[in-house]
């Protein structure tokens, strides 16, 4: 049977599990972040762009009418993609929405011998989303050999890094036991923080959790371009700890931050303009909590999450199709 399933099947809008089919794939968070935009129809396609008001375009690669299902499944570019991947089956062609791809998309295995026991298939998503951003932006065009290599080679190196911080997680754990944690609390908490540069708009995130139910705590470390100011990059910081304390299977939580003016807004459930997307998934995600709890930590207590989150900021790297 094919990822398409029955056509009967595909005449149905599955009810996509955000948990199962986004927050629970093991991919990177920004991948995960992107595949939310793709999910509820926030990237700037032309056919998304048009419902705002703004005018139609056609696709730059074969001047088809550009949406989301073209640009990730039916143009010529991207099938050619899909062919090409080592995958035990496929997207069908004749799926009516990205919806349904996403939940189906776990029966796309990788073929041996590429030697990734993660999904290929949100990698190959996001670089068919950067070449085609590349194309349209900087008039710069990959064949699809080009885009299926690169989607492989992140997909091993950021699961060679999963593997390679198993020890660096206990090494963090031995040193958080001894007087990280305020005396005051306990269960599950995860220290916040965002190192971020104003020149490039770049920022570091860094998340480090704690618990007596996390024998091998998980770590938040990545970078992201295009931060207009340092209170996103907070608000990143913690929409990647509530991500991840998801997807984790963690009821309880508590998130601390050295950035009391996020904190209070989290407290009131407030937003401002620019944080409005960020604030409201961490707001949506929250409620998959039995119990979950933000608060201000002074900077001396976070010491930790600031040093993976400046870590991560000096290890920016840009990739050769941009971001």
Known sequence: MAIAEKHEAQQQTPNLDWMKHIWSVKTSPKIKDFLWKVANKAIPVSANLERRGLPAFACKKCGGVEDDLHVFLLCPFARNVWELAPLME??????????????LANKMIVLP?????????????WHLWKARN???????????????LKAIKDAKEWQS????GVATQQQLTQRRNHSMIPQHLTGNICHVDAAWRQETETCGIGGVFSGPNLPS???????????????MAEALAVRSAVMLAASSNIQSLTILSDSQVLISLLKTKDSRPALYGIMSDIYHLSRLFQSIIF??????????????????LIATIVPPCGE
Do not use: C, M
């Not at 890094?161 to 390679?164: F, G, P, R, S």
């Open 113 to 125: 011998p590429v030697g990734l026991y993660i999904p290929l298939w949100p990698w190959i998503l």
């Open 295 to 312: 608060r201000f930590v002074p900077r001396l207590e976070n010491r930790e999450a600031d040093h993976v989150a400046k870590s991560a």
């Open 161 to 164: 890094a999963q593997v390679e």
């Open 90 to 103: 496929g997207p069908e062609q004749t799926l009516p929405a990205l919806d349904i791809f996403l939940y």
């Open 134 to 148: 590349k194309l349209i932006f900087d008039n710069r065009s990959f064949t699809g050999e080009e885009v299926l």
């Open 217 to 231: 705590p998980p770590i938040i470390s990545y970078s992201r371009r295009f931060i207009t100011s340092a209170l």
